[in-house]
């Protein structure tokens, strides 16, 4: 059951009416099991689509996007690794889909991923490549 709760002095609080009802459930004093995460910023997602849709369009080593963006979860280390019948490692990229990673773990993944745009397709500096993400932006 997801709750979405609000920090309120010094406390979580239900933030929503529908929240207070699914709190109601319990009696005060009881023990509860939670995963805490802060929601993701869509605009952040948004952010990092917009560069990499540039670093894309001005790299030469993948045809295809969603190749590109496997590289780049590869290179990121968002990936499992799976052991094949043959005893052999292979490494599938992960999700960094709104459910698999909160708002930190993909803050985390954004900065690695400039770090490899930078290392290995676009030789910039980090400032320029912030000032070409926001000027995307600004056109969308």
């Known amino acids: 059951m997801i709750i979405n709760l609000k920090k309120s002095q010094g406390v979580l609080v239900p933030s929503l009416p529908v ?5 109601s459930r319990w ?12 929601p993701r910023n869509a605009k952040f997602h948004r952010k990092f689509y917009a560069l990499m849709n540039v670093v ?5 080593k993948y045809d295809k ?4 963006i496997r590289e780049i979860k590869l290179k990121t280390g968002v990936y499992d690794e799976h052991i094949t019948t ?5 490494y599938i990229p992960g999700s960094i889909a709104f459910h698999n990673m909160d708002d930190m773990e993909f803050e985390k993944f954004y900065s690695d991923a400039i770090d490899v745009v930078l290392k290995h397709f676009i030789p910039t500096t980090r400032e320029d490549t912030d000032k070409m993400v926001q000027e995307v932006l600004s056109y969308a």
Do not use: H, S, T
Request: aromatic share 12%.
């Open 56 to 60: 894309f369009d001005n790299q030469d």
């Open 86 to 90: 043959k005893g052999e490692i292979v």
């Open 19 to 23: 929240d207070e009802e699914k709190l």
């Open 27 to 38: 009696k005060f004093g009881d023990i509860l099991a939670c995963e805490v995460r802060k």
């Open 65 to 68: 996007f969603k190749d590109f």
